[in-house]
């Protein structure tokens, strides 16, 4: 049998394999950010589908500028967290540890039920077109540069969402700093251009990150996990890299062993991508692996094809599948039994693909599931 199922321990839990959903954006809360009746039969099939561990999709912290999506789900009142507990019930019921990841959208920002006007570091847009799999938008709106009060309303709304999660039952929280939203901008050169204490040299960049980081390590109990996502490209650029190459990588990974950070989650286009800028042979997970001891989740292009390789090349680490995820709801007990991988369907995943054909095809994994 593979290492993937041997039985993994992070943060006093226990896992009987290591095999994580990804998190993945979705859109279908309601209006005003309430995780809605759909959103918990979806993360439950994966719950019955033998994964160890489920990240959530991004969810928005503040009512402020934190939301990015339309429909996206937010963390920031009782009735947002009660349809949230919910949801985590239905996760535990079948022993799975369920993890919230938290993400301010920054610039990356295509809707907002409470404001027009996105923030971020600089008053830079973003790179690329907004993405129309999450709604029609005529180009990227004009972005503020934050000011002091900016930065107290995102650590507020960052700490709040950390109590409001331990309130719902989630095992943990994930901050999103990947894939272009706030965070990541903090890191970025191109969307952080700043000269004050934020901005400059990657200590700089590092800074806020570092900040966040700790401050919900500190709003949290003992036994709450308390991860980050880290990666260099964005959403709507594929290219970008730190000018600083690997040695931004090994600096970042430095400041969040001292903020206390429980786990780095690496993602790129593919696991065993060399991306840093300088001709580094190393991959982001194996940076963090080299240098410090925090456990690990890896995430790009994990499937039945490489999974093995990658849990041996990676002893301390978990592994977070996307797309085989969805197409296989329940791919940890296929891979154990040896059953068929089915690929997936992308016309599932156009805005055209009604809730009625969702239903279906979900009635019919569940099925399978259930069956087993």
Known sequence: MSSAFDDFELKGHKFDNRFVVAPMTRTSADKKGKPTELMGEYYERFAKGGWSMIISEGVYTDRQASQGYINQPGITDAPQTDAWKEIVEKVHEHDCKFILQLMHAGAQFQHNEYTDTPIAPSAVQPKGEPLSLYGETDGWPEVKAMDESDFDAVMQGFVGAVKRAEEAGFDGIELHAANGYLLNEFLSDYFNQREDQWGGNIGKRIKFVEMVAKAAKAASKDDFIVGIR?????????????????????????????????????????VNRKPFKGGSAKTLAEVVQEFSDIPLIVNGGIDQTNYEHVAAHYPNAMMAVAKAALANPDLPKRLKSGDKIEDLDFAMLQPTATLENEWKWRTEHDKHINDK
């Open 230 to 270: 880290l990666g260099q490209i964005t959403v709507t650029d594929p290219d970008y890299q730190w000018p600083e190459g690997e040695d931004a990588m090994i600096k970042l990974v430095k400041a969040l062993k001292e903020a206390g950070i429980d786990y780095i989650h690496t993602t790129d286009t593919d």
